[in-house]
């Protein structure tokens, strides 16, 4: 059983802790949202946002959900594409993107908008610079870069309007994230943290998996895993 938040939704699911987050996201969930592009990481199509507790401080970072197991969000908080709309209206990185014909084809949308996301949500200091270091990982093969850094541009801009609000209010009353943003930390304390699996001669384990998965992730579905990814007293 892995459990984790998607998006708003609690998840609970007994499919194989192997299966590729994407697949999961895209197949089981019907997120379709999240795109495939390469399925190797390298694209940034796939692109998803990781919200992990760390010394009781929620930290979100991008990821290629192509590469990731669904073992490694076990107590996380997976943030895709249809996670950073307000439902009524396009975010304020979604609108920029719009204004500024950033988008074309559309495949490497999501992607672009999940990281800069993630740049918003980090502690990086607001600067154009920063924010195009966010989406070095997302490639657009249509559209030409100098739109959508012009969309950067306006975010940066408005990013750099932040009054004294807590940085997360901030960011939701100006309509960069939606407002369920505020009590994932909550939730995510409340999910009791399991007991590592027993370890036997056929068990596999997984740390990134960045290269297994480009290389056999059929292979990885059937297989007795222990994600490595959450073991955080091997993180020194
Ligand atoms: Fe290209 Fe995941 S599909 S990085
Ligand atoms: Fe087509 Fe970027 S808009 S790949």
């Not at 100098?146 to 309509?175: C, F, M, Y």
């Amino acid at each position: 059983m892995t459990t984790f938040i998607l998006n708003n939704e609690q998840i609970e699911t007994n499919q194989p802790s192997g299966m590729v987050m994407a697949d999961f996201i895209r197949y089981h969930q019907c997120l379709t949202g999240t795109k495939l592009g390469c399925r190797e990481g390298d694209c940034g199509a796939c692109t998803v946002l990781v919200g992990e507790l760390r010394d009781g401080k929620l930290v979100y970072e991008s990821m290629t959900s192509c590469l990731m197991p669904l073992g490694n969000a076990e107590g996380k908080h997976i943030v895709t594409v249809e996670g950073v709309n307000l439902r009524k209206n396009l975010n304020i990185a979604q609108q920029a993107m719009v204004d500024e014909g950033g988008t074309q084809c559309g495949i490497c949308t999501p992607g672009f908008i999940v990281s800069l996301c993630g740049f918003v949500l980090s502690d990086h200091p607001k600067i154009v610079e920063n924010a195009i270091n966010a989406v070095a990982g997302n490639i657009c093969r249509c559209t030409g870069y100098k739109s959508i850094e012009r969309a950067i541009g306006h975010i940066v801009t408005k990013l750099q309007e932040k009054d004294a609000l807590p940085p997360l209010a901030w960011l939701i009353e100006n309509e960069f994230l939606p407002s369920y943003f505020t009590g994932i930390q909550e939730r995510l304390e409340a999910i009791e943290p399991k007991a590592q699996p027993e370890i036997t001669e056929n068990t596999v384990f997984v740390g990134g998996g960045t290269d297994l998965y480009v290389q056999r992730p059929a292979q990885m579905l059937p297989a007795e895993i222990v994600h490595l990814y959450n073991r955080t007293d091997l993180k020194g």
